[in-house]
């Protein structure tokens, strides 16, 4: 089974330039994240969709970053404009609808990321 | 704010020892705990989930939850050299579907 995919894996802007990430999640799964992680952090939560609803998106700076996930597969996550402090990793992850009778999983899988540098 | 703390490392242990990698979470009503590895340059991959209070092991790697005390460890036992990574400990906050992840600790196992 495929994991999570993402694209591009690298990205290189001159700031002020528009940027776009891509995720597909693991098949079947409803619950798709996008996070951001810096150097010696931990991943820090962008936004969280179930189906096609971005349920949590309350650490997304909204005057520049943008998402959408339509028909409840893929996702995109933008960048308009990019600043030098957007230079991060950006990872998408999957899981299992929540809605999912017991056996719960909660369980996320990551996707290889996309390294964006800015400059 | 919902914290999760681990210390940074780097912990280095010979090969074939025991690692201990520790974990404190400020959310007294979380239920559903996890580790990852995450080696240089890649994403975190999953290794352990815990949700019961005890330990669960998994080939070499135990995890240890005591919710009391607001702690989760991972165990690797037979060290080996290809376990130096950095080890994230992540947190799913009670009645929401929000993890918080740790700063992660770098382990070192030498050869």
């Known amino acids: 089974e495929a994991g999570v995919v993402q694209s591009p894996r690298y990205k290189i802007i001159e700031k002020k330039q528009p940027v776009a990430f891509w995720c597909n999640p693991i098949?079947?799964?409803?619950?798709l994240y996008w996070y951001l992680q810096n150097l010696g952090q931990g991943p820090e939560l962008l936004i969280r969709?179930?189906?096609?609803?971005?349920?949590?998106d309350s650490q997304l700076p909204k005057d520049r970053f943008s998402a959408e996930r339509l028909k409840g597969v893929d996702s995109t996550l933008k960048i308009q404009p990019a600043e030098l402090g957007d230079s991060a990793v950006y990872l998408c992850?999957?899981?299992?609808?929540?809605?999912?009778?017991?056996?719960?999983?909660?369980?996320?899988?990551f996707g290889p990321g996309t390294r964006l540098t800015v400059t | 704010q919902k914290e999760v703390e681990q210390n940074s490392g780097p912990l280095s242990v010979p090969e074939g020892a025991i690692a201990s990698l520790n974990c404190t979470y400020s959310?007294?009503?979380?239920?559903?705990f996890f580790w990852y590895r995450q080696y240089s340059g890649k994403s975190p991959e999953l290794i352990m989930f815990?949700?019961?209070?005890g330990d669960k092991e998994d080939g070499r790697f135990t995890a240890q939850l005591n919710k009391a005390s607001q702690y989760v460890s991972l165990l690797i036992r037979d060290s080996q050299p290809s376990d130096s990574a950095t080890y994230l400990c992540?947190?799913?906050?009670?009645?929401?579907?929000?993890?918080?992840f740790g700063t992660g600790t770098r382990l070192k196992v030498l050869a």
């Open positions: 992540a947190v799913k906050l009670e009645g929401t579907y929000k993890y918080i």
């Open positions: 098949s079947g799964h409803n619950t």
């Open positions: 992850a999957s899981s299992l609808d929540f809605s999912v009778p017991a056996p719960y999983t909660y369980e996320q899988y």
């Open positions: 969709y179930e189906n096609e609803e971005a349920v949590d």
């Open positions: 815990i949700y019961s209070n």
């Open positions: 959310d007294r009503g979380s239920q559903s």
